[in-house]
């Protein structure tokens, strides 16, 4: 199941990929002209940036860094998508997973288990549910590959506003507390030593910041003959 974001790439250049200009050149099909004509009932609420409300739609990231972000969900949005991020979040899917592709500038993003890119959980993949809400700083989105209904469980945060995103992708929340922890995401496509979701959880379920893992001295290795030594040698 390919989770890559070849389409996001298209997205950030200005050079087209042979799918993005071929999307770009095929005409509206009858089905595609009809979904453009129905009416969006959803509502667009405006983001809200206190922490203690609304508990049940805060996403908590605790990252290796030792920071937690806080994130708003907004179902009025994309109720499908925040759905689906709930429901892997209280599975534990996000614990322990990196930030897999981090391109300066651009976003961080991560949600696939095997750290390649290529990879998301077992549950079927999410029709789009994309909506005129800009992909300002902060923004949170669904990845996906180059089919629009190819969203699973990979999602990214946006660095510096990237409007050439909207309408394309589901933009589903938004960073309301910490974003100095999102810039401070180690950047590469990996990074060299990424930055790991150490837990996700909802705010409502009330986790505890998890304990931050031992770091690893760089050392020479102790033999038993270092052991046996006589002391001052």
């Known amino acids: 199941m390919l989770k890559t974001s070849l ?3 298209a997205a950030l250049t200005l050079a087209a990929t042979p799918f993005a200009a071929q999307a770009q050149d095929e005409p509206a099909t009858e089905e595609a002209a009809t979904q453009e004509t129905t009416a969006d ?4 609420s405006p983001v809200n940036f206190n922490v203690e ?4 739609n805060i996403l908590l990231l605790d990252l290796s860094n030792g920071q937690r972000v806080a994130i708003r969900l907004k179902p009025d949005w994309a109720p499908q998508h925040v759905e689906r991020i709930k429901t892997l979040t209280r599975q534990g899917f996000y614990d322990g997973i990196i930030f897999h592709r981090v391109i300066d500038g651009f976003m961080a993003q991560t ?3 095997t750290g390649t890119g290529t990879g998301g ?3 079927p993949d999410l029709a789009e549910e994309f909506n005129p809400m800009p992909h300002v700083r902060g923004t949170v989105s ?3 590959a180059a089919s629009e209904d190819s969203a699973n469980s990979q999602f990214f945060i946006v660095f510096y506003p990237r409007f050439n995103l909207d309408t394309n992708y ?12 999102v810039d401070a995401i180690q950047r590469g496509e990996p990074p060299a ?3 790991r979701i150490l837990q996700a959880s909802i705010a409502a379920d009330r986790k505890p910041v998890p304990a931050m893992p031992a770091p690893q001295v760089a050392g020479e290795e102790i033999t038993a003959d270092d052991l046996n030594a006589p002391l001052g040698n």
């Open 41 to 44: 009932t959803r509502v667009y």
């Open 142 to 144: 669904m990845a996906r």
């Open 53 to 56: 409300e609304d508990l049940e």
């Open 170 to 181: 589901t933009n589903f929340g938004r960073v309301i507390s910490n974003m100095a922890a």
């Open 111 to 113: 949600g696939d288990p």
């Open 193 to 195: 030593n990424p930055t």
């Open 121 to 123: 959980s077992q549950l």
């Open 7 to 9: 389409a996001l790439a």
